[in-house]
């Protein structure tokens, strides 16, 4: 038997079975060192899986996931069929049916009627025959690829227009295919008008439909619809483009949901870099921080202060500005930055003392402002607040580098004070990342205990279970009677016994897990679905 599923994530296995099991892989054909089939999902794709010596080698997919290196769930409905099929029913190479052989022995007539006939039958075939004939975009039938757009919706909403958990992945998959073959098929074709006002029409759609988007399917269209933006203004001319940044402009506010809204504001603000365009931007930045609620003026506070950097405001201008809104954390920032870009370390450090000292009382921020601090310093030499701000850090906001880089400036002997210094001001959780580092099993051990919890233990288990068996098998015992206490549902039943089991790999366990057992049996003998998800634990 092939060991092929190992290649695969589990989601795309299982997608994969689906689309086996609803019959949609075809024309599955086989000889010593291949398989090839065509599998129908938004589109058709093309399968091969090389074989080698009845094993399997590399494999490939027309389909845009597999274009970007991954192992798609049409190759695992490939590999599904085959493993399925006898292999009588498999076709051989010498019987595939050659399309170029056909069409040359058929007469005119015959070839133009089907493909009349064909083409009535299918859009999105008329479409793809009505690209490769034209000679103009005048030929593109526009509202056909919009009837196609709304299908494509309509195919996965359910009665009341809504796209389920189950069905958003396959709907954008659909998308993006839309994208990847209709769109730029125009695109390639020289007709970006048409793949503009298609992609626009495409965008909006898929933003507004009704959807579980648990996934960020929405997340991965949105950014393939920015890359085909960026494609087509790359062909655009100057009106075309033109044409495109009023369009962006004038729909940036409530043409779709809010954050599908960011792809149009960062196409706006990533591109559209000439000058008349830079003066447009500006206005429009301005306009929106006069108007602006206090939490939406601040982002267009920043988009203008990095505009004024790309227009080449004077050093005066840029700093008045900013000097303006110093109060706000990300105009802070962005001075940084400036200075920091202009190797004017001491002005950057300045800023970021001033943010530490008046501004800042989340404990995370104070601890990148540190953190900042702590580099810079250490940059331009200064001893002394260099080690100030590293303190800081290992005493309040404690990260396992932070600690060995204190330990890299003191000799072992001094250290071993020091270290203790910091166990003091640190709390549980990065007490057992320091003492695991420290190699202070003893400490470790203790600090578990006295959590008296299992929610770190297996981190930590490769030692700790040679060390001290018995004690980490009280710990897990004393916490799973402690969790069966109150009664749960089947899910946590079947974790339990899976620690039963864990605990059955510990030195001395077999006979710690077969008294839980018993116990159990006695004093919950009322809770079936737990005694049925014991019986699973073989002692």
């Known amino acids: 038997m092939m060991e092929w599923k190992r290649n695969f994530e589990k989601v795309i296995l299982d997608r994969g ?24 999902g938004s589109d058709e794709y093309e399968v091969t899986i090389e074989l080698d010596n009845n094993e399997v080698g590399e494999m490939y997919c027309t389909c845009p996931y597999a274009d970007e290196g991954y192992y798609c769930k049409h190759m695992a409905a490939v590999m599904y069929a085959y493993e399925a099929a006898p292999k009588a029913n498999y076709q051989t190479k010498k019987h595939k049916t050659n399309a170029e052989e056909l069409v040359s022995n058929a007469d005119e007539k015959t070839i133009r009627e089907f493909l009349i006939n064909a083409l009535k039958k299918d859009k999105k075939l008329l479409d793809s025959f009505a690209l490769t004939v034209s000679s103009s975009s005048d030929d593109i039938d526009i509202s056909s690829y919009k009837q196609r757009i709304n299908s494509l919706i309509n195919k996965h909403t359910d009665r009341y227009g809504f796209i389920d958990y189950y069905a958003a992945d396959d709907f954008i998959d659909d998308a993006v295919d ?29 933003s507004d439909v009704d959807m579980d988007d648990s996934d960020g399917g929405l997340s991965y269209f949105g950014s393939e619809m920015l890359d085909t933006w960026l494609n087509i203004l790359e062909y655009a001319d100057g009106n075309e483009k033109r044409d495109m940044f009023s369009f962006f402009l004038s729909h940036l506010s409530d043409w779709v949901i809010d954050y599908m809204e960011d792809y149009v504001e960062n196409i706006i603000f990533d591109s559209f870099n000439e000058p008349e365009y830079l003066d447009c931007k500006l206005k429009f930045v301005d306009d929106r921080i006069s108007v602006s609620d206090d939490w939406h003026k601040k982002h267009w506070i920043i988009r203008r202060v990095h505009l004024m950097e790309q ?7 840029y700093l008045a500005y900013c000097k303006e809104y110093y109060d706000e954390r990300s105009v802070r920032e962005v001075l940084v930055n400036y200075y920091l870009n202009r190797e004017r370390k001491e002005e950057a450090i300045a800023i970021l003392e001033d943010s530490l000292a008046n ?20 940059d331009i030499g200064n001893e002394e607040k260099y080690r100030e701000h590293l303190w800081v850090l290992v005493t309040g906001h404690c990260i396992l580098n932070h600690f060995c ?54 981190e930590y288990e490769n030692v700790l279970n040679k060390l001290y068996p018995d004690r980490m098998l009280k710990l897990y015992a004393d916490h799973l009677n402690r969790e069966a206490r109150t009664t749960a549902k089947r899910t946590t039943y079947a974790y339990w016994a899976g620690e039963l089991k864990h605990m059955l790999t510990i030195k001395g366990g077999k006979k710690v897990v077969a008294e839980i057992i018993a116990d159990w049996r006695v004093r919950y003998r009322n809770r079936p679905a737990m005694m049925q998800e014991l019986k699973s634990v073989n002692i």
């Open 311 to 317: 227009m080449n405001f004077t050093e005066n201008e």
């Open 405 to 458: 880089e204190m330990k890299t400036l003191y000799p072992a002997d001094e250290w071993q004070s020091v270290r203790e210094r910091v166990f003091q001001a640190n709390t549980s959780y990065t007490l057992m990342q320091l003492y695991n580092e420290e190699k202070l099993y003893d400490r470790l051990m203790a600090e578990l205990e006295r959590e008296g919890t299992t929610s770190y233990t297996k």
């Open 359 to 378: 501004y800042t009382t989340n404990p995370m921020t104070a601890g990148e402002l540190h953190c900042q601090l702590k580099e810079l310093y250490k």
């Open 17 to 40: 079975k689906e689309y086996f099991e609803s019959g949609l892989v075809e024309d599955m054909e086989t000889d010593t060192d291949e398989i090839t089939a065509i599998v129908i």
């Open 178 to 206: 839309f994208i990847n073959n209709e769109i730029n098929g125009l695109i390639d074709k020289g007709y970006t008008t048409a793949a503009f006002e298609v992609s626009c029409c495409l965008f909006k759609k898929v």
